[in-house]
């Protein structure tokens, strides 16, 4: 084999074209290899049935830092956002809807508004200062490093700038479930629901689970610093993000090759010296870096065969399994959401009206069930972009929490049951919902699992626990975005920061390849 090429990605995902963009603007000549037929990842816009385009897996921009999207000119290559900075509506099956951020209205006392604002504002400072740690490669303990030493005392002192009261505060909390938490800053179920929900959507939790506030405060930070003021929809969905980040790949030199599924990483000498392709292609890279989940990472790309069996242990306990679906419906008209013109429609609606609704729903997992009563994310792409259906027609795109990896009774057997509930709750809120249904598609864990390519199909490539969190992501001997293989790198959301289209896992992976290359 030569080596003509100074990094090879495997997956065009947005963290990997994210890792190869910026690599290829530092001169070094990339390549990238997705097995798909179109780059993205879970971040893709597609066909669902004749006439209608959805955001297949991930339909809101919320973390995407402004820094990324104007270092590589995304919006000059071709990013457009249809709706920006969309509000949260909380919807209520009688009564009216509960809107955040919140005002006075919606059956919220005038001590919820003030609370909701005093706890977001007390949040968003710790976001604050946990939001550098996202941007930055985790420090590893024990090393003795200058890096290292300097990342610990960096993260010590963005802690200690909290001040004593801040401190004592984010200490007594961060271990703390948001159930808890929320109960004791707000009398109104709906308000408690709506924010415990951010806690816990894309994960395998529900509100009363240990380290919630974790995940909630890890959401903020992430939406801290992004662009669109948070909540956004790029106009033609985020295939749209996916594509704009491949265009500033390719005019940074970057090559980009789908439907070329990466079979092994070529091994020698104890190095990665390239990869062996499905179709017996060899290409050879000084450095290969891998966007994919670690399970299929280590244990299908690698092989466990490169790896000591402590590793391959940690890597077989990763929990990576998801508990959210994803539901598509084509509409003949716009979904009759009670109180809801199509300017309402422009939101982002959840079902979650209580705490213990949440909760319960959650709990059908446990015993490998889906949610008879399921939490949702709902967005109307159509509301604000008219690309998506055929004219006065309509796509409804939701987030489902929580549907077991795999059923009991198989899913083969309740998927249709599944679909059915899913429909059933939505049209609660949305009396006449079911009339207007054209075409349905219900993807499980199982089937994001199949069509992505992601292990165990979850939101981050794995749960964001205390455990598989930051220094520790995804396990020991794998963080920092390097791997028990020399020349051999991480780039996705398996590793940290974590999931979510933000691209930082890319860019952090890009900069310490840089470091280890120079
Ligand atoms: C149901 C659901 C809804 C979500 N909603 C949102 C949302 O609204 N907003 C948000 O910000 N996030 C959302 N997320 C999370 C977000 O989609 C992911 O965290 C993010 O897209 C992961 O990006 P990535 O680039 O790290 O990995 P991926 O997008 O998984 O990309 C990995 C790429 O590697 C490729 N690959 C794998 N194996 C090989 C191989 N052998 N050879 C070549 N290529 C290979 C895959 O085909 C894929 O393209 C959602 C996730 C799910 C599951």
């Not at 993205?40 to 597609?46: E, I, L, S």
């Not at 989940?293 to 391959?312: I, Q, S």
Request: aromatic share 6%.
């Amino acid at each position: 084999m030569t080596a003509p090429y100074h990094s090879i990605v495997i997956g065009g995902g947005h963290n990997g074209l994210t890792c190869a963009a910026y690599l290829a603007r530092a001169g070094k000549r990339v390549l990238v290899l997705e097995a798909a037929d179109r780059v993205g990842g879970a971040a893709v816009t597609r066909s669902f049935a004749p006439g209608f385009k959805v955001s297949a897996c991930a339909h809101l921009l919320h973390q995407m830092p402004q820094d990324i999207i104007t270092d590589l000119g995304l919006i000059r290559h071709g990013l457009v956002f249809a709706a920006e900075a969309m509000p949260t509506i909380s919807l209520a099956a009688d009564g009216p809807h509960l809107r955040l951020p919140a005002r006075v209205n919606g059956g919220l006392s005038g001590e919820d508004v003030t609370a909701y604002s005093t706890f977001m504002a007390r949040m968003r400072r710790f976001a604050a200062h946990l939001r550098p740690m996202l941007s930055r490669t985790p420090p590893r303990l024990g090393t003795g490093t200058a890096a290292d030493n300097g990342a610990l005392l960096r993260l010590a002192w963005e802690i200690r700038s909290l001040g004593r009261t801040g401190m004592r505060d984010l200490l007594r909390i961060i271990g703390m479930n948001m159930y808890d938490l929320v109960e004791e800053c707000f009398a109104s179920p709906a308000l408690r629901a709506a924010v415990a929900f951010d806690a816990v959507l894309g994960t395998n939790f529900g509100p009363r689970s240990p380290g919630t506030v974790l995940t909630f405060l890890y959401r903020l930070a992430a939406e801290s610093g992004a662009c669109g003021a948070a909540m956004a929809q790029p106009r033609g969905g985020m295939g749209t993000v996916s594509d704009a980040l491949a265009a500033a790949a390719q005019a940074a030199g970057a090559e980009i090759r789908v439907a070329a599924r990466v079979a092994r990483v070529a091994v020698r000498d104890d190095r990665a010296v390239g990869v062996l392709l499905a179709d017996g292609e060899t290409i050879a890279g000084r450095h290969v870096i891998s966007n994919a989940d670690p399970r299929t990472t280590f244990l299908n790309l690698l092989g466990a065969e490169h790896l000591d069996t402590g590793f391959v242990r940690r890597i077989d306990h990763f929990r990576q399994r998801g508990l959210t679906a994803k539901v598509h419906l084509a509409l003949s008209a716009a979904p009759p959401f009670r109180d809801l013109a199509l300017a309402g429609l422009r939101s982002r609606m959840i079902i979650a009206p209580s705490l213990s609704y949440v909760e319960t729903a959650f709990n059908a997992t446990k015993y490998g069930d889906y949610s008879a009563s399921p939490a949702m994310e709902i967005v109307v792409p159509t509301a604000s972009d008219a690309t998506m259906a055929p004219a006065a027609q309509h796509v409804l795109s939701a987030v489902v929490q929580y549907a077991p990896y795999s059923h009991t009774d198989g899913w083969s057997a309740v998927k249709q049951n599944f679909l059915d509930r899913i429909i059933e709750t939505i049209e609660t809120y949305a009396p006449g919902l079911r009339g207007l249904i054209i075409a349905a598609e219900l993807l499980t864990p199982a089937d994001i699992e199949t069509e992505f390519g992601i292990s165990g199909g979850h939101w981050h490539h794995g749960e964001l626990a205390f455990d598989q969190f930051f220094m520790v992501r995804p396990v020991p001997g794998a963080t920092q975005y390097e791997s028990p293989l020399e020349g051999f790198f991480l780039c996705g959301a398996g590793s940290h920061p974590g999931g979510g289209v933000m691209g930082l896992g890319g860019r952090n992976a890009a900069r310490q390849v840089l470091k280890k290359a120079a």
